[in-house]
């Protein structure tokens, strides 16, 4: 069974850092896409940022110049490092992952950490 497990999620204030991350495990082949997405009360859930196996980014603008994505390939774990944080980046942050098994490709979501901005 494949999972996703998230951590790193937590309260600070405004200006501050967090960085969360993530780990697929289980009986997989290639991870393929891997990115965070999150949801503010009342909102849709919306993607924050986006990277390959090979190692391209998206972002989203508004989060643009403050966080960053990476990846660590061989250990399948992705992670976010958010800085300056601001109020509306307040949400729970869920990980997403395409991952193969048996030879096809299947989308996996976390549980989601909780990220709470004060202002």
């Known amino acids: 069974q494949v999972q996703l497990v998230e951590s790193g999620g937590g309260s600070v204030q405004a200006g501050g850092s967090l960085r969360l991350s993530c780990a697929v495990s289980g009986s997989i082949g290639n991870v393929n896409y891997m990115g965070w997405y999150r949801q503010a009360p009342g909102k849709q859930r919306e993607l924050v940022a986006t990277?390959?196996?090979?190692?391209?980014?998206k972002s989203a603008d508004s989060v643009k110049g403050r966080f960053t994505i990476s990846r660590d390939n061989a250990k399948n774990t992705v992670a976010l490092q958010m800085n300056g944080l601001k109020s509306e980046d307040t949400g729970v942050y869920y990980c997403?992952?395409?991952?193969?098994?048996?030879?096809?490709?299947?989308?996996?979501w976390g549980q989601g950490t909780q990220v709470t901005v004060s202002s």
């Open positions: 990277i390959t196996s090979g190692g391209s980014t």
């Open positions: 997403k992952a395409q991952v193969d098994v048996r030879g096809n490709g299947y989308i996996y």
